[in-house]
């Protein structure tokens, strides 16, 4: 069994996302953000349901699940599930970031200093 990784851009992504909810509904926010916990939960037994991202074809490890209209981005790093963003729908991953994956002896990792 996984455990699941919050990392602080993903974090960040969710305040975010709640912030944009909650201006037309608290009641919705709350409800999509439970909802969206209970979905990233079912990664800790089923880590590779999400597909491929199309921005990463190339990646194992880099996957997303689709939520209402938002996309779950999350890497598979045994034994844990590290989400890394919450997008819209229309945003591409490779666009958030200017340098998106710098490559290291330890393995990839997201550069945050570089976010836009």
């Not at 037994?45 to 981005?73: A, K, N, Q, S, W």
Request: glycine share 2%.
């Amino acid at each position: 069994m996984y455990q699941v990784y919050w990392t602080q851009t993903c974090i960040d992504s969710l305040i975010k996302t709640r912030g944009y909810l909650v201006e037309s509904s608290s009641d919705n926010a709350h409800t999509f953000i439970a909802r969206l916990f209970d979905l990233v939960e079912t990664l800790t037994l089923f880590p590779e349901r999400g597909r491929r991202l199309f921005e990463t074809h190339h990646r194992h490890d880099i996957r997303e699940v689709l939520f209402c209209d938002y996309r779950i981005i999350y890497r598979i790093n045994a034994p844990q599930v590290e989400t890394l963003t919450i997008l819209y729908r229309d945003k591409n991953f490779i666009e958030r970031y200017k340098i998106p994956w710098q490559i290291t002896a330890q393995g990839d990792s997201i550069n945050e200093e570089h976010r836009t």
